[in-house]
Nanobody, 120 residues
Framework: QVQLVESGGGLVQPGGSLRLSCAAS????????MGWYRQAPGKQRELVAVITKGGNPDSADSVKGRFTISRDNAKNTVTLQMNSLKPEDTAVYYC??????????????WGQGTQVTVSS
């Protein structure tokens, strides 16, 4: 089994910053893509940013220039630095990882979610 544990959510004023972290643990051979998704009330879950094992990032147009995704392959962690936050960034943020387990099967795993609220 693989677990993803997120941290770093909270309440911040518009224009502020937050840093989300996610650590993967368990029976892992390799972690492929890692990313962050978010889901606001009444909306579908959407991709925020993703990063390949080789370190190539991509992000949604709505967060380009404000959010930065990074990872540490040695520690099995992925981080989302969020700057210039806007009220529309308010959502539950979920960590995602594509993991190869001991059976060499690729599976998709999700964290439990962390609330980010941007409000004055």
């Amino acid at each position: 089994q693989v677990q993803l544990v997120e941290s770093g959510g909270g309440l911040v004023q518009p224009g502020g910053s937050l840093r989300l972290s996610c650590a993967a643990s368990g029976l892992i051979i390799s972690i492929n893509a890692m990313g962050w998704y978010r889901q606001a009330p009444g909306k579908q879950r959407e991709l925020v940013a993703v990063i390949t094992k080789g370190g190539n990032p991509d992000s949604a147009d709505s967060v380009k220039g404000r959010f930065t995704i990074s990872r540490d392959n040695a520690k099995n962690t992925v981080t989302l630095q969020m700057n210039s936050l806007k009220p529309e960034d308010t959502a539950v943020y979920y960590c995602n990882a594509r993991v190869t387990g001991l059976d060499f099967v690729n599976r998709n795993y999700w964290g439990q979610g962390t609330q980010v609220t941007v409000s004055s």
